[in-house]
């Protein structure tokens, strides 16, 4: 893969809900577009809905694990972008490690 000229942005899906009822946020998924982070999101959404434990544990393995008996509630998506690969005017590689 060629290395990016300059940043990139990058596109980080969210979670936050209650476990054990505290509140709790984590980070689902990292996608390259929108356009992705969109169509997994609604994936996930609608996995939650049905009940479909395993494709839900399988899509958001950074979710928080519930005690025995309990489960996540009051989940709730988000988006936000952020750059990646950022650089900083007048810098050589080599700077950084002086």
Request: hydrophobic letters at 40%.
């Amino acid at each position: 893969m060629p290395k990016a000229e300059g940043p990139v942005y990058r596109e980080i899906l969210h979670a936050s809900g209650k476990v054990d009822g505290k509140a709790a946020r984590w980070i689902v998924g990292v996608f390259t577009n929108e356009k992705t982070l969109k169509a997994f999101a609604a994936h996930l959404n609608l996995a939650r809905k049905a009940g479909m434990t395993d494709t839900v544990a399988a899509m958001d393995v950074h979710a928080p694990t519930p005690k025995d008996g309990q489960e996540l509630t009051e989940v709730k998506l988000s988006r936000q972008t952020v750059q990646y690969n950022p650089q900083a005017p007048g810098l050589e590689d080599d700077a950084a490690l002086v």
